[in-house]
């Protein structure tokens, strides 16, 4: 079946800009997962969602970040003014929210890229 | 809470040579280990994964890891690696939950 997909694969925005990222998880995944991926930092957690609602939203760095999902499947990051610092690839992922191991099923992400 | 350290950021290695790749962990309760591999310009793969019972777990590409818990590890081993095995790979551990916390992760260069 389909995998987790993102779109745009690139976005080159100009600074204090707002981008929107979108994600369409896994078929009947529940569970939805945004991250961040900085060279050389490794994954950033940003937010989970559990159905349409967000039980953890630790990660977002700055109030510029939010995120919605609707009908349990769809989901959008969005960053508002956006700065340079805000550059890198940002991935989702999804997976069944059951068993204990709630693998993660990664997109293939957007590299964002603020000048 | 958790974390995993991945010491070494890039390892180049011949062809048909073998490699680890080094894991190690910090949680105070029990922990779910993962390997993801990540090629060029893709998302991340789940590669292996250890949740319960033999403490070594296989992919299908020829990795193998083993939980050491005494040693707080969860090493990525192949015995020979190919050119095509050039990725960055993540560690990451779970304490069951939704959070999944990565490593920094480590640059596979295999080398003709």
């Known amino acids: 079946g389909a995998g987790v997909s993102q779109s745009p694969s690139n976005k080159v925005t100009e600074k204090g800009k707002d981008v929107e990222l979108r994600c369409d998880p896994i078929?009947?995944?529940?569970?939805l997962y945004w991250y961040r991926q900085s060279l050389g930092q490794g994954l950033e957690f940003l937010i989970y969602?559990?159905?349409?609602?967000?039980?953890?939203k630790s990660g977002l760095p700055s109030d510029r970040f939010s995120a919605e999902r609707t009908g349990g499947s769809v989901s959008t990051l969005t960053i508002q003014r956006t700065q340079q610092e805000d550059s890198a690839v940002y991935l989702c992922?999804?997976?069944?929210?059951?068993?204990?191991?709630?693998?993660?099923?990664f997109g293939p992400g957007t590299r964002l890229t603020v000048t | 809470a958790q974390s995993v350290t991945q010491l070494d950021s890039q390892v180049p290695v011949f062809e048909e040579a073998p490699v680890e790749l080094r894991c190690n962990y910090s949680?105070?309760?029990?922990?779910?280990l993962f390997w993801y591999v990540q090629y060029p310009n893709q998302g991340l793969q789940l590669l292996l994964k250890?949740?319960?019972?033999?403490?070594l777990v296989k992919s299908i590409n020829g990795f193998e890891a083993e939980f050491n818990k005494s040693q707080t590890s969860f090493h990525l081993r192949k015995p020979s690696v190919h050119i095509s095995d050039t990725a960055e790979y993540f560690c990451?551990?779970?304490?069951?939950?939704?959070?999944?916390?990565f490593g920094t992760g480590t640059r596979l260069k295999v080398l003709a």
């Open positions: 990451a551990v779970s304490a069951g939950t939704y959070k999944y916390i």
């Open positions: 949680s105070s309760v029990s922990v779910y």
């Open positions: 969602f559990q159905g349409n609602s967000a039980p953890d």
């Open positions: 078929s009947g995944h529940t569970a």
């Open positions: 992922a999804s997976s069944l929210a059951r068993g204990h191991s709630y693998e993660q099923y």
């Open positions: 250890y949740l319960s019972g033999s403490t």
